[in-house]
């Protein structure tokens, strides 16, 4: 089944402005995306580097959509039983246990072997039915009656096996289970995968979907996610930042610095009531987007330059 129709998808305008409202600056890309992808009912695979806001833009479209969140986190090793459903063991052996106390009453009235099987086997629908089964996140998403955004969350940390089975489940939005049988959506999702490209995504996980790479933004959009997050930081401390920044971002770094960490350090120095960079204000402060010693010590032998590049931006 179609997910519900929300008037809140239907112009790429409406999206622009609706996210954000709820906290996520898009840009004209990312807007369209969402716009086709919720439109053509296809799941949405971002990439890009860490940081970057992937797994934040499908939080923001649960909360614009008003509609639950259910993420799933990949690792190496997933497998369907985490990710899918698994049977409610516990449950099952204490059923078993009343079954067995409740036998002499099970077996009233049958005579003979094939009689007693017959009537224990009207019990094995029960053993394996619903009340036992546990959904997990890729089941629990298709039971939502009102819709719901899945997240499927570093997908390229699964295996490869994982991902040919999760291709199965995106591409008619059901499952089987061999005791029950076919599971179908009650209202498709709506889907995000993102990837850190760790590795390569199969070419027929990338049909299935639209493809959205978000890369660092830009000085005019990181200015403008900065005020949306930051709305007390002066406009002259913002522009010096986020030059600081995304020079920083142009050297050999082990780890650069992310948009959050961008913004961490705007409320840092709005804490700290700073109205402008300086280059000990900046020592100070540098674990709050560096996070390897080495890295450290690469900004720091530029730090004269960077910071004056940075502060003549007033």
Same mark, same amino acid.
């Given at each position: 089944?179609?997910?519900?129709?929300?008037?809140?998808?239907?112009?790429?305008?409406?999206?622009?402005?609706?996210?954000?409202?709820?906290?996520?600056?898009?840009?004209?890309?990312?807007?369209?995306?969402?716009?086709?992808?919720?439109?053509?009912?296809?799941?949405?695979?971002?990439?890009?580097?860490?940081?970057?806001?992937?797994?934040?833009?499908?939080?923001?479209?649960?909360?614009?959509?008003?509609?639950?969140?259910?993420?799933?986190?990949?690792?190496?090793?997933?497998?369907?039983?985490?990710?899918?459903?698994?049977?409610?063991?516990?449950?099952?052996?204490?059923?078993?246990?009343?079954?067995?106390?409740?036998?002499?009453?099970?077996?009233?009235?049958?005579?003979?072997?094939?009689?007693?099987?017959?009537?224990?086997?009207?019990?094995?629908?029960?053993?394996?039915?619903?009340?036992? /089964?546990?959904?997990?996140? *890729?089941?629990?998403? +298709?039971?939502?009656?009102?819709?719901? !955004?899945? =997240?499927?969350? $570093?997908? @390229?940390?699964?295996?490869?096996?994982f991902e040919a089975f999760l291709l199965e489940?995106?591409?008619?939005?059901?499952?089987?289970?061999?005791?029950?049988?076919?599971?179908?959506?009650?209202?498709?999702?709506?889907?995000?995968?993102?990837?850190?490209?760790?590795?390569?995504?199969?070419?027929?996980?990338?049909?299935?979907?639209?493809?959205?790479?978000?890369?660092?933004?830009?000085?005019?959009?990181?200015?403008?996610?900065?005020?949306?997050?930051?709305?007390?930081?002066?406009?002259?401390?913002?522009?010096?930042?986020?030059?600081?920044?995304?020079?920083?971002?142009?050297?050999?770094?082990?780890?650069?610095?992310?948009?959050?960490?961008?913004?961490?350090?705007?409320?840092?120095?709005?804490? /700290?009531?700073?109205?402008? *960079?300086?280059?000990? +204000?900046?020592?100070?402060?540098?674990? !709050?987007? =560096?996070?390897? $010693?080495? @890295?450290?010590?690469?900004?720091?032998?530029?730090?004269?330059?960077?910071?004056?590049?940075?502060?003549?931006?007033?």
């Amino acid at each position: 089944m179609k997910p519900h129709h929300n008037k809140k998808l239907d112009t790429i305008e409406n999206i622009q402005k609706g996210f954000e409202r709820a906290g996520y600056v898009c840009s004209q890309q990312i807007a369209t995306t969402i716009y086709l992808a919720y439109h053509l009912d296809k799941p949405i695979l971002v990439e890009g580097p860490a940081g970057v806001g992937k797994t934040e833009l499908a939080k923001v479209a649960a909360t614009y959509l008003e509609v639950p969140l259910i993420r799933l986190q990949c690792y190496e090793g997933l497998d369907e039983s985490k990710a899918l459903y698994e049977w409610k063991y516990g449950k099952q052996l204490l059923y078993t246990q009343i079954l067995k106390d409740k036998l002499s009453d099970v077996l009233k009235g049958a005579e003979g072997l094939a009689a007693s099987m017959s009537k224990l086997h009207k019990y094995d629908d029960i053993f394996f039915s619903t009340h036992f /089964l546990e959904p997990r996140p *890729l089941l629990n998403s +298709l039971l939502q009656k009102e819709g719901v !955004v899945l =997240l499927v969350d $570093e997908v @390229d940390k699964s295996d490869q096996e994982f991902e040919a089975f999760l291709l199965e489940i995106l591409s008619d939005f059901q499952v089987s289970v061999p005791e029950i049988g076919t599971i179908h959506a009650v209202s498709q999702p709506f889907v995000f995968l993102t990837s850190n490209n760790t590795r390569e995504m199969s070419e027929a996980l990338k049909r299935r979907c639209l493809h959205l790479f978000i890369p660092f933004p830009d000085t005019k959009l990181e200015r403008e996610i900065i005020r949306v997050h930051v709305p007390d930081i002066s406009k002259d401390l913002s522009a010096q930042l986020v030059s600081f920044i995304q020079q920083v971002r142009n050297l050999d770094l082990k780890k650069l610095p992310s948009v959050s960490e961008t913004i961490d350090w705007a409320k840092v120095l709005v804490l /700290l009531h700073s109205s402008k *960079l300086d280059q000990d +204000l900046i020592r100070d402060t540098f674990n !709050v987007f =560096l996070k390897f $010693e080495e @890295d450290i010590e690469i900004v720091s032998g530029r730090l004269y330059d960077i910071a004056e590049k940075a502060i003549k931006k007033v």
